[in-house]
């Protein structure tokens, strides 16, 4: 009796664990093999727009990365920040972080295109995101890794959220700290994920203040190389456009390296949100900055361990969510149709077409 009792509970943990580990369960994880069989040649596709595009455009390695922490830390990794405003949807690209900055989401739909010709209604949009950033990290020379896919396209799109959670380059250290631990990540993922500020380009009006007028003392930022501020006061002249661009790394402005923390040492940093981590006293960042510097390999991992880390945030899995046809909508009838299923939508939930 006893024995068949628990031969019955051992057969029903069985059922438990083999179904908590099916795809498709409301609990399903991300897995580094997910397309294996549904769309074995996903890597290779992104990888190929990506090489040709950039041999034109090869800033689009870093605009990529870019778009891939904009979307996480706004609801997660759901490629909601590709969605386009429609009468449902207020699109995040407008937000402070995010407008006439953000950049390569044609070359996101360019990829979408590739992928959908290939396995149609397969690979998700937040995946794309997240295969295209550890894409370009390799085709600028710098680390690889296998990132965990299966994540799901959202519904909505929240555009108070990315005001408050995209950082700003003017915030000081425990600003940063705060801002990342809100999305689980501690001080050395802030420290190497700020790492990617190694290649790509920042424009005058992000860090201008600093040149002229920091923190309204008339002054520039004392933080900052002379050298490098006479350099920066060429390139943005005080009262000049707030949109002429320089690069982030003046050493090594393409390639993925650990100049971005030598960089910092000699207060090279371009914005403030660079320079504090090095230059805030005795803050427990400059260690990590200064073991970066010494070791590129170190910063190599810990970049891989974060990058990773980030593209799990609040991820949608399983039935959750959906895989959108188009990056920049959701799937299904006009905004119209999908307004008057919530309206008529008794138990609040909001269907999913
Ligand atoms: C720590 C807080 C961060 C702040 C305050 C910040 C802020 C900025 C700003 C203001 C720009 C310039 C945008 C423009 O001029 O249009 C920029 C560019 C960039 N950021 Fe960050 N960022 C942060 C963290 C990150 C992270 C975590 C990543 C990726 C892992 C990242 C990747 C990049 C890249 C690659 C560029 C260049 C984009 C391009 O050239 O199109 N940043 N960032």
Not at 71 to 76: L, Y
Not at 92 to 119: H, M, P, W, Y
Not at 132 to 159: C, F, M, Q, Y
Request: glycine share 6%.
């Amino acid at each position: 009796m006893n024995s068949s009792f628990n031969l019955t509970l051992a057969a029903l943990c069985c059922v438990v664990v083999v179904l908590g580990g099916l795809p498709f369960s409301s609990n399903a994880q991300l897995d580094n093999s997910f397309y294996r069989d549904t769309c074995p040649n996903v890597h290779s596709i992104v990888r190929e727009v990506l090489r040709n595009v950039s041999k034109t455009d090869p800033r689009i390695l870093a605009s990529l990365m870019r778009v891939h922490f904009h979307d996480c830390f706004v609801q997660g990794c759901d490629a909601s920040i590709l969605l386009n405003t429609t009468s449902t949807i207020t699109s995040e690209q407008t937000a402070f972080g995010n407008n006439n900055s953000i950049r390569g989401l044609d070359v996101v739909n360019q990829i979408k295109t590739a992928v959908e010709n290939a396995c149609p209604n397969t690979v998700s949009c937040a995946d794309i995101l997240a295969l295209a950033a550890e894409i370009s990290s390799v085709l600028a020379h710098g680390p690889d890794w296998k990132v965990p896919l299966g994540r799901r396209d959202s519904l909505t799109a929240n555009l108070t959220l990315a005001n408050e959670n995209l950082p700003s380059p003017a915030f000081n250290l425990s600003e940063l700290k705060k801002n990342f631990d809100r999305q689980g990540l501690d001080t050395t993922d802030l420290v190497a994920l700020s790492g990617a500020h190694t290649i790509g380009r920042g424009q005058c009006r992000f860090f201008v203040d600093r040149l002229y007028n920091f923190s309204n003392t008339g002054n520039p930022d004392p933080t900052l190389n002379t050298t490098y501020l006479q350099t920066l006061r060429t390139i943005c002249p005080n009262g000049g456009p707030g949109s002429t661009l320089t690069d982030l790394d003046p050493t090594t402005p393409d390639t993925f390296d650990s100049a971005y923390y030598s960089n910092l040492r000699i207060q090279k940093g371009l914005f403030e949100s660079d320079q504090v981590l090095a230059s805030t006293s005795g803050a427990d960042t400059i260690a990590i900055v200064n073991s970066f510097n010494n070791n590129q390999t170190l910063f190599f991992e810990a970049f891989k361990a974060s990058m990773i880390k980030m593209s799990k945030i609040k991820v949608l899995t399983g039935s959750q969510g959906e895989i959108r046809k188009q990056c920049n909508f959701v799937n299904g009838n006009s905004g119209l149709a999908t307004k008057v299923i919530r309206e008529s939508s008794e138990d609040g939930i909001v269907s999913s077409y």
